[in-house]
């Protein structure tokens, strides 16, 4: 089994541009996560997902949207990019009731 | 959703237990307590999760009073490679209240383990 996959790994946006950060898990769970982390801060919640077809707002929601249309996928869209997207990206997924999220590697976004 | 109290650092040395107390006064009854592991330019990692008393696996021991309000993440005989920030969550991860698989994450506690 891959676990929870990102790609990509690194990227440079320029400002106003949009781009999709992508997550699979093969491991067939129904929670997924998306977080960002700021240097030296703890994780931000931004969207999350229990299931297909079924997604909500976290603490930073704002310029991110994510649709949930397969067990094993949940794609977190920037709209249009700001320097303040700068951040390490993580998605995590789990096993409803199971003990804890996996996550996957990150994405390192610079904004300029 | 409830708020996590931690402390920002602690600092220990090679062979010595370290117990890392996390405030959760607004517990709510689906919530479990999870607590995660993360090392620089790495995702976290999950350590132990538990509801109440106390849950042991091969990496900690948690610890949780009748009244939840509070929990102890206790590592054994820590080393170097325990130098990480830890993060105490809770949160609905049996789905049955609304905020189900919603996890928050606080600050964390930054363990410097010293020779």
């Known amino acids: 089994n891959a676990g929870v996959t990102q790609t990509p790994k690194f990227q440079v946006l320029k400002t106003g541009q949009s781009m999709t950060l992508q997550c699979a898990q093969d491991?067939?769970?129904?929670?997924m996560s998306w977080y960002r982390q700021d240097p030296g801060m703890g994780l931000r919640l931004i969207h999350y997902?229990?299931?297909?077809?079924?997604?909500d707002q976290g603490e930073v929601p704002n310029g991110y949207n994510v649709s949930r249309s397969t067990t094993e996928d949940f794609p977190l869209r920037l709209l249009s990019a700001a320097p303040s997207q700068t951040s390490v990206y993580f998605c995590?997924?789990?096993?409803?009731?199971?003990?804890?999220?996996?996550f996957g590697s990150g994405t390192r976004l610079t904004v300029v | 959703l409830a708020k996590t109290t931690q402390p920002i650092s602690m600092d220990s040395y090679e062979g010595q237990e370290v117990n890392i107390t996390c405030s959760h006064n607004n517990i709510a009854t689906n919530d479990y307590i999870t607590w995660y592991q993360q090392f620089p330019s790495q995702g976290p990692r999950f350590i132990i999760q538990?509801?109440?008393t106390k849950v042991t696996n091969e990496v900690a021991s948690l610890f949780i009073p009748a009244d939840r309000k509070s929990s102890t993440l206790s590592l054994p005989r820590v080393s170097l490679s325990d130098t990480a920030v830890y993060y105490c969550l809770v949160g609905d991860m049996i789905g049955q209240g609304n905020q189900g698989g919603k996890l928050i994450f606080g600050q964390g506690t930054e363990l410097s383990v010293k020779p």
């Open positions: 995590a997924s789990s096993e409803q009731g199971a003990d804890g999220y996996t």
């Open positions: 997902s229990v299931g297909a077809g079924i997604t």
């Open positions: 491991m067939n769970h129904e929670y």
């Open positions: 538990g509801y109440k």
